[in-house]
């Protein structure tokens, strides 16, 4: 099961934003109202960049506005996306956990 993060952040919060390799894929969608997409772009050209993680700059602010874009344009292949904040720190054996809870029922959202 491939599990896809959606994350939403705003200005320098992009800054809190952490890559775990035990994540399928990621797509962070970064508000920026501040006028630094070039500053942003580079921090994540430099510090986040990977061949898992998609980044899309929007320059609209509401926490809404951005999990609704982020879901328009998650990946077709995820069976699973899980929508987070910049400051989750995803722990080591959440995304088994995930996977295993939704292989043990029939749910179509799963909370733990």
Same mark, same amino acid.
């Given at each position: ?6 994350? =939403?952040?705003? $200005?320098?919060?992009?800054? $809190? +934003? ?5 994540? %399928? !894929?990621?797509?962070?969608? @970064? ?9 942003? @772009? &580079? ?8 061949? $898992?993680? @998609? ?8 926490? =809404?506005? !951005? ?5 328009? $344009? !998650?990946?077709? &292949? ?8 910049? %400051?989750?720190?995803?722990?080591? @054996? !959440? ?10 029922? =029939?749910?179509?959202?799963? +909370? +733990?």
């Amino acid at each position: 099961m491939k599990i896809q993060v959606l994350v =939403s952040t705003l $200005n320098e919060g992009i800054e $809190n +934003v952490t890559i775990q390799p035990y994540i %399928d !894929s990621y797509l962070i969608i @970064h508000q920026v109202t501040d006028g630094k997409g070039e500053d942003y @772009h &580079s921090y994540f050209n430099r510090v986040l960049v990977g061949k $898992n993680v @998609h980044y899309i700059q929007m320059y609209e602010k509401g926490l =809404s506005k !951005s999990r609704n874009f982020a879901i328009k $344009n !998650s990946d077709d &292949s995820a069976d699973f996306l899980w929508i987070m904040d910049d %400051d989750v720190k995803v722990l080591p @054996h !959440s995304a088994d956990t995930i996977r295993q809870g939704f292989a043990d029922t =029939s749910c179509d959202i799963l +909370v +733990v």
